[in-house]
């Protein structure tokens, strides 16, 4: 927009120039039409601002369409708006389907930690977890790369993972723990073991009226306390007509059988133990190391044997960028996903806690700083917060400011920007959102359809940013 602006200036002058004759309509429809068509459609409508930080991601996209059969991570953390996984499962279909489906990324077993996630996977497990979000207060609990820490202090568990979309078999499952540690081990099949062994033959005894505990010891042979102890008595006292268990000196074959999970054999780097299956699985069963004692589990990456996309979702109800600021193991973990690019969507919360938009985006740039640090250093779309209402009264002016200052910070700390609060309507949009069903009662989350109209919107403009690059090179 701003190089059509310039180049109205120079019409304008050139029209009013002593030098120059008037300019006809004519003319001036005919320049028009000359003008670079790429940068129109980079610069108006549905559009990521500051695009060109992505060309590193544009062109690894560009060379798996050349079949280079490359790997595209991309992770997106937010808040609720992510956790449940609607916008971001919608995001990843559509990738997925221009570019190829290599996996569905980063999952976590929300179910165990008793909260929602998404309907693509589930787990199940026979024992009970505890949990810790990062939204709480600071307490040494493994809160890493999903924001929520989830452990137990013994073992004797089976985690059972589903696959419930066909799409998202896997061949690599990762495990993420802090510091890598050796936790967990990984199982498909369980072998049955049989031992044989003999017991003592147990034979019944009706006892007849008048009848001793110890006449009926004396005539199978055996001590009054072993007929006690088979039939669970305190005393000797006995009474005629009902049955004893006795336990005689002969002796039969006794088989035992018993159930374990076949450990798979795992591989480790610097970020995870994982394994390898030539085979698509849809189920994989999560069972303890013998040689650990705790067990912490902070997600697991399923990749398929196929170039294209993974399209991660990291989510905490209720987050804010200061949330995952405070564990520097999130940061750490991240690595693990070895993401190509990076989008945020924070911004809700931080606006129904009165957050000053200077505030905010000092927390914006202290999570991109603690992502260096790490040397986490790939490009990076910052989302508008949606529009919403304060406290289900007014138009959230919070949202407004955050989405005003991140449009304006853009370029000075390099990161692109779509803004989804003006492609929703903006300050004055909400009433007819709900109108449309696109946003709920709360007038914070939205509905499915919502969700999925963002989707749709954002990478709407990502594959036009896309093209655009393409038609540069």
């Given at each position: 927009?701003?190089?059509?602006?310039?180049?109205?200036?120079?019409?304008?002058?050139?029209?009013?120039?002593?030098?120059?004759?008037?300019?006809?309509?004519?003319?001036?429809?005919?320049?028009?039409?000359?003008?670079?068509?790429?940068?129109?459609?980079?610069?108006?409508?549905?559009?990521?601002?500051?695009?060109?930080?992505?060309?590193?991601?544009?062109?690894?996209?560009?060379?798996?369409?050349?079949?280079?059969?490359?790997?595209?991570?991309?992770?997106?953390?937010?808040?609720?708006?992510?956790?449940?996984?609607?916008?971001?499962?919608?995001?990843?279909?559509?990738?997925?389907?221009?570019?190829?489906?290599?996996?569905?990324?980063?999952?976590?077993?929300?179910?165990?930690?008793?909260?929602?996630?998404?309907?693509?996977?589930?787990?199940?497990?026979?024992?009970?977890?505890?949990?810790?979000?990062?939204i709480h207060p600071v307490k040494n609990r493994p809160?890493?790369?999903?924001?929520?820490?989830?452990?137990?202090?013994?073992?004797?568990?089976?985690?059972?993972?589903?696959?419930?979309?066909?799409?998202?078999?896997?061949?690599?499952?990762?495990?993420?723990?802090?510091?890598?540690?050796?936790?967990?081990?990984?199982?498909?099949?369980?072998?049955?073991?049989?031992?044989?062994?003999?017991?003592?033959?147990?034979?019944?005894?009706?006892?007849?009226?008048?009848?001793?505990?110890?006449?009926?010891?004396?005539?199978?042979?055996?001590?009054?306390?072993?007929?006690?102890?088979?039939?669970?008595?305190?005393?000797?006292?006995?009474?005629?007509?009902?049955?004893?268990?006795?336990?005689?000196?002969?002796?039969?074959?006794?088989?035992?059988?018993?159930?374990?999970?076949?450990?798979?054999?795992?591989?480790?780097?610097?970020?995870?133990?994982?394994?390898?299956?030539?085979?698509?699985?849809?189920?994989?069963?999560?069972?303890?190391?013998?040689?650990?004692?705790?067990?912490?589990?902070?997600?697991?990456?399923?990749?398929?044997?196929?170039?294209?996309?993974?399209?991660?979702?990291?989510?905490?109800?209720?987050?804010?960028?200061?949330?995952?600021?405070?564990?520097?193991?999130?940061?750490?973990?991240?690595?693990?996903?070895?993401?190509?690019?990076?989008?945020?969507?924070?911004?809700?919360?931080?606006?129904?806690?009165n957050m000053e938009a200077s505030a905010y985006i000092?927390?914006?740039?202290?999570?991109?700083?603690?992502?260096?640090?790490?040397?986490?250093?790939?490009?990076?779309?910052?989302?508008?917060?949606?529009?919403?209402?304060?406290?289900?009264?007014?138009?959230?002016?919070?949202?407004?400011?955050?989405?005003?200052?991140?449009?304006?910070?853009?370029?000075?700390?390099?990161?692109?920007?779509?803004?989804?609060?003006?492609?929703?309507?903006?300050?004055?949009?909400?009433?007819?959102?709900?109108?449309?069903?696109?946003?709920?009662?709360?007038?914070?989350?939205?509905?499915?359809?919502?969700?999925?109209?963002?989707?749709?919107?954002?990478?709407?403009?990502?594959?036009?940013?896309?093209d655009n690059f393409k038609f540069k090179k």
């Open positions: 927009m701003n190089k059509l602006i310039i180049f109205f200036c120079c019409l304008l002058w050139s029209a009013n120039s002593k030098a120059q004759k008037s300019v006809s309509l004519s003319t001036i429809k005919d320049m028009i039409s000359k003008i670079d068509t790429a940068t129109i459609e980079t610069y108006t409508g549905n559009h990521i601002y500051n695009a060109q930080v992505l060309e590193s991601v544009f062109e690894k996209l560009k060379e798996n369409e050349s079949g280079k059969n490359q790997k595209i991570n991309i992770v997106h953390i937010g808040d609720s708006h992510i956790q449940g996984d609607l916008m971001t499962n919608k995001i990843r279909k559509i990738l997925q389907q221009q570019f190829g489906n290599a996996g569905r990324g980063f999952v976590f077993p929300y179910q165990l930690a008793k909260t929602n996630g998404s309907y693509n996977e589930r787990f199940y497990s026979n024992r009970a977890w505890e949990s810790y979000r990062n809160v890493g790369v999903s924001g929520i820490g989830l452990w137990r202090d013994n073992g004797g568990f089976a985690v059972q993972l589903n696959i419930k979309d066909p799409a998202y078999k896997f061949n690599s499952i990762h495990i993420i723990t802090p510091q890598n540690q050796n936790m967990f081990d990984l199982a498909i099949s369980s072998q049955t073991n049989i031992i044989q062994s003999t017991e003592r033959k147990v034979i019944t005894h009706k006892i007849k009226k008048g009848e001793a505990i110890s006449v009926i010891a004396d005539k199978y042979n055996i001590s009054i306390a072993e007929i006690k102890k088979a039939n669970g008595l305190k005393s000797n006292n006995i009474r005629a007509g009902r049955t004893l268990k006795i336990p005689t000196n002969e002796t039969k074959p006794k088989t035992i059988k018993s159930s374990e999970f076949v450990p798979l054999n795992l591989t480790s780097d610097s970020f995870s133990h994982y394994y390898n299956s030539e085979k698509a699985l849809d189920k994989i069963y999560l069972i303890p190391n013998k040689s650990a004692s705790e067990f912490e589990l902070n997600g697991l990456v399923l990749e398929k044997d196929a170039p294209g996309i993974t399209y991660s979702g990291i989510g905490v109800n209720g987050a804010k960028f200061s949330d995952y600021n405070k564990y520097p193991l999130f940061f750490e973990q991240l690595k693990a996903l070895k993401p190509d690019l990076l989008i945020f969507s924070l911004g809700t919360n931080e606006s129904y806690d000092r927390e914006l740039r202290e999570f991109i700083s603690n992502l260096k640090q790490q040397k986490i250093d790939v490009p990076i779309i910052v989302m508008t917060p949606p529009p919403s209402l304060h406290r289900k009264r007014k138009p959230n002016i919070y949202v407004k400011e955050y989405a005003e200052r991140i449009n304006n910070v853009a370029e000075k700390d390099d990161f692109a920007v779509w803004d989804l609060y003006d492609e929703f309507g903006g300050l004055n949009g909400v009433r007819a959102l709900r109108a449309e069903g696109l946003i709920g009662p709360d007038f914070v989350h939205y509905s499915k359809k919502g969700y999925e109209k963002q989707a749709k919107l954002f990478t709407e403009a990502f594959l036009r940013a896309y």
